[in-house]
């Protein structure tokens, strides 16, 4: 299918995109589109890492402020802003040396699927673990990484049945804010989120307060009603409303799943392992999202069940019911790390399939000899 993405946001119109034209000016030309999108993917696990061996329990920024060093948080901003730019110009120069493929559009939204819960991660770190009196509770963690994932799969939900990707509003006014926020606490300090800062509310508290009003009553009523508006000029791409919904039960599944592990965890695992829990729900939900997108792309029905539901319904069953008792952590890091290696090794064989089947290569712009 044709790709075709509509941007409406006036930050990116009016703001960002000249700024990207320019920026696109200096790529040379034998550089392969997938090549920034990776490079850009890689800076931000990079940034990921680099502040986990800092604040591995999100208390660094609560506790003892001077903790993660400021350099850091510089660091921070500026990989974030490389990410940023990378991946709003590997389409545009994909169009620039005319090898726009399927495989980069694949490429660019599976790791994006990825990326955005890592970026929500690292954030979590500026604003530090709930400490009694400042900080978000790891719940709200829980809860705010689940709404970013929920509008990042709206829009493409609603591309699988329009096939149209409308570009959320909010992605690049929250890579404009994440920016912000690590300048920000690299300038003046971590202190900065632990001072209220109106009517005895915080700068997270507000964050967060925006965030929910973003989603709920911008981008999820914009998305129901693109597809509102696709199915009066029928240009759905799916009769039945059962196909339609089919790409909504695996993650509607895998919240559920999460979610009772975390309300009903005997050793309250979240708590415990705030980190490693979360990283387990962004690198899940991006395969599930990865399948979605191939579906869209190849219209294709998904699978109702995804198979990562299976592992994380056991794990799970099995921590709630107590059968794992103090070993709860330990299996939370197995499945974890399973997981992950499943979703790389996914990535790489569709990596792989697509290169041999569109015959390109995919840090390269060189064709492939035919055997």
Not at 288 to 310: A, D, K
Request: charged share 10%; proline share 5%; aromatic share 14%.
């Amino acid at each position: 299918s044709q790709y075709s993405a509509v941007d409406t946001n006036p930050l990116s119109v009016y703001i960002m995109q000249p700024i990207w034209n320019k920026i696109i000016k200096i790529v040379p030309l034998w550089i392969a589109p997938n090549l920034l999108t990776f490079s850009g993917f890689v800076m931000i696990l990079f940034n990921y890492f680099l502040i986990s061996f800092y604040d591995w329990d999100y208390t660094a920024s609560g506790s003892s402020p001077g903790l993660v060093p400021t350099w850091v948080w510089l660091f921070s901003a500026f990989t974030t802003f490389c990410a940023y730019a990378l991946d709003s110009i590997d389409g545009k120069h994909a169009r620039r040396t005319q090898s726009s493929t399927p495989l980069g559009e694949l490429f660019d939204h599976g790791l994006d699927s990825w990326a955005t819960s890592i970026f929500v991660l690292s954030f979590f770190s500026v604003c530090s673990r709930d400490s009694g009196k400042t900080g978000v509770s790891v719940y709200t963690m829980y809860i705010y990484l689940s709404i970013v994932l929920f509008n990042f799969m709206c829009s493409h939900w609603e591309k699988y049945n329009t096939g149209v990707l409308f570009l959320p509003w909010g992605y690049d006014i929250s890579q404009v804010v994440l920016i912000a926020a690590y300048l920000l606490t690299g300038a003046v300090g971590v202190e900065v989120w632990q001072k209220p800062l109106l009517f005895g509310y915080y700068i997270t508290d507000v964050l967060v307060i925006l965030l929910i009003g973003f989603s709920l009553f911008l981008s999820f009523p914009q998305t129901l009603y693109n597809i509102h508006r696709a199915h009066v000029k029928k240009t759905l791409k799916n009769d039945s409303l059962y196909e339609g919904l089919l790409p909504l039960v695996s993650p509607l599944l895998l919240f559920i799943l999460l979610t009772v592990w975390v309300v009903l965890s005997p050793s309250n695992i979240l708590a415990k392992q705030p980190r490693l829990f979360l990283w387990m729900v962004g690198v899940a939900f991006s395969n599930v999202i990865c399948q979605v997108i191939i579906c869209q792309m190849s219209s294709t029905r998904p699978e109702p069940l995804h198979c990562f539901l299976f592992p994380l319904a056991l794990v799970a069953s099995a921590a709630v019911c107590g059968l794992l008792g103090c070993m709860e952590e330990a299996a939370l890091g197995l499945l974890t790390a399973l997981l992950t290696a499943a979703h790389l090794h996914y990535g790489v064989c569709v990596g792989r399939q697509l290169s041999e089947h569109l015959n390109i290569y995919i840090f390269s712009l060189k064709k492939r000899v035919q055997e």
